[in-house]
């Protein structure tokens, strides 16, 4: 099993900035797929971006990308999710989410999901 604690949320104005952080227990993290998914209030969780066991190969939302970017450091067992230019439609609650296969966006191939963090754009 793993656990996940994200951390980095916070409130920004539009344009700017944030940097998400995932921490990981368990001794197996580089065995994992990590993904972050956003909830707005009053819509369904949403795939944002993903990346593989190796880092080498990521996925992203369309309405991200250019924008975000997420990388692991697996000898730290993170993720981090960089978020850049901002916009009012970020905001959300953010999760970080593991899972041991690779291929899907949906968030029911993810199977282990942290207690998410808010970020907030201000207009």
């Known amino acids: 099993q793993v656990q996940l604690v994200e951390s980095g949320g916070g409130l920004v104005q539009a344009g700017g900035s944030l940097r998400l952080s995932c921490a990981a227990s368990?001794?197996?993290?580089?065995?994992?797929?990590m993904g972050w998914f956003r909830q707005a209030p009053g819509k369904e969780r949403e795939f944002v971006a993903r990346?593989?066991?190796?880092?080498?190969?990521?996925a992203y939302a369309d309405s991200v990308k250019g924008r975000f970017a997420i990388s692991r450091d697996n000898t730290r067992n993170s993720v981090y999710l960089q978020m850049n230019n901002l916009k009012p439609e970020d905001t959300a609650v953010y999760y970080c989410a593991a899972a041991t296969t690779w291929g899907s966006t949906s968030p029911l191939a993810f199977e282990y999901w942290g207690q998410g963090t808010q970020v907030t754009v201000s207009s």
């Open positions: 990346i593989y066991w190796s880092a080498d190969n990521a």
């Open positions: 368990g001794r197996t993290f580089s065995r994992y797929a």
